[in-house]
């Protein structure tokens, strides 16, 4: 696609509960990473896939946060029992190797609200 | 560890100028990168800082100095549409992920 796509842009949901977010990066971008955004906050690392090779996992705040990347292209961020300090907004990022100058293009996010 | 340090808030007139700072402190450095992001919407990519200097890009110039991890954005002719968060970003390696400042917001007043 043109951008990179992520659903939903809002989800909320009780605490307890698991949500999946998705990210579809721009077609042939190898790299791709999530971040959030609380509020007030900078964007901080969750994880990074870049091609083949095993995710840069290291930003994972909990276990109860997962990620695949399915045929190195959509991504799915999971996190399972959710608690009300996840409400945040999930930002999805897709770059192409070595692209230094144009730097990462971003998804609009989905905004989760735990209550 | 990594410590990227921006002002949280600035305001300044329409047509004025004004320099947006940033320090970092990273164990390496390969990029320095610019990225504004308006209320609700993603961040988009300003500019790219590799080596000492200044970058130029229309209203908008950023310069970079290594020896001093310092960066400064800065922004000519302010127009309110400029009114947005400003964030510092410093890529340590070439395969490590972006590691992003807190956020100027700036604030365009008539």
């Known amino acids: 696609g043109a951008g990179v796509s992520q659903s939903p842009s809002n989800k909320v949901t009780e605490k307890g509960k698991d949500v999946e977010l998705r990210c579809d990066p721009i077609s042939g971008h190898t790299a791709l990473y999530w971040y959030r955004q609380s509020l007030g906050q900078g964007l901080e690392f969750l994880i990074y896939?870049?091609?083949?090779?095993?995710?840069?996992k290291s930003g994972l705040p909990s276990d109860r946060f997962s990620a695949e990347r399915t045929g190195g292209s959509v991504s799915t961020l999971t996190i399972q029992r959710t608690q009300q300090e996840d409400s945040a907004v999930y930002l999805c990022?897709?770059?192409?190797?070595?692209?230094?100058?144009?730097?990462?293009?971003f998804g609009s996010g989905t905004r989760l609200t735990v209550v | 560890g990594q410590n990227i340090d921006q002002p949280t808030e600035m305001t300044a007139t329409e047509g004025a100028i004004v320099q947006i700072n940033c320090t970092y402190q990273?164990?390496?450095?390969?990029?320095l990168f610019w990225y504004q992001q308006h209320a609700g919407e993603a961040p988009t990519f300003l500019s790219y800082?590799?080596?000492?200097g200044l970058e130029e890009k229309g209203r908008f110039s950023s310069f970079l100095s290594r020896s001093k991890g310092y960066s400064y954005l800065l922004l000519k002719e302010l127009q309110m549409k400029d009114s947005a968060s400003y964030l510092c970003?410093?890529?340590?390696?070439?395969?490590?992920?972006?590691?992003f400042g807190k956020g100027t917001r700036l604030s365009v007043i008539a």
């Open positions: 970003a410093v890529k340590a390696s070439g395969n490590t992920p972006l590691v």
């Open positions: 896939f870049q091609g083949n090779s095993a995710p840069d």
């Open positions: 990273t164990s390496g450095f390969n990029g």
């Open positions: 990022a897709s770059s192409r190797p070595g692209q230094g100058v144009g730097g990462y293009t």
């Open positions: 800082n590799v080596l000492d």
